[in-house]
């Protein structure tokens, strides 16, 4: 079993920037890829991106060149960088994890966190 951790969260004004974190305990050798998700009331949970344990970070097209991902492997942690944020930014945001192969839907992952909340004031 996994456990995944999220924080960082917060209300912020438009054009701040923010650091979540995701912070894995248990089976962490299992763990292969993290992504991030987001979701506001209503609507379907949005995939933002994802980062294997070695390579690359790939993005929402949308999102690119403002959330960087970034993980620390030595401690189990994974960053989404978010810049320059907007009001439609505002969602809950979830890291998750699967332990093989990159995927961009959410019900292809097998372990997720709680979620944090981040509000962007206009």
């Known amino acids: 079993q996994v456990e995944l951790v999220e924080s960082g969260g917060g209300l912020v004004q438009a054009g701040d920037s923010l650091t979540l974190s995701c912070v894995a305990s248990?089976?962490?050798?299992?763990?292969?890829?993290v992504a991030w998700f987001r979701q506001t009331p209503g609507k379907e949970r949005e995939w933002v991106g994802h980062?294997?344990?070695?390579?690359?970070?790939t993005y929402l097209d949308s999102l690119k060149g403002r959330f960087a991902i970034s993980r620390d492997n030595a401690k189990n942690t994974v960053f989404l960088q978010m810049n320059n944020l907007k009001p439609e930014d505002t969602a809950k945001y979830y890291c998750?994890?699967?332990?093989?192969?990159?995927?961009?839907?959410?019900?292809?992952?097998?372990?997720w966190g709680q979620g944090t909340q981040v509000t962007v004031s206009s």
């Open positions: 248990g089976r962490t050798f299992t763990i292969y890829v």
């Open positions: 980062i294997p344990m070695y390579g690359d970070a």
């Open positions: 998750a994890a699967r332990p093989y192969g990159t995927r961009t839907t959410g019900h292809d992952y097998d372990y």
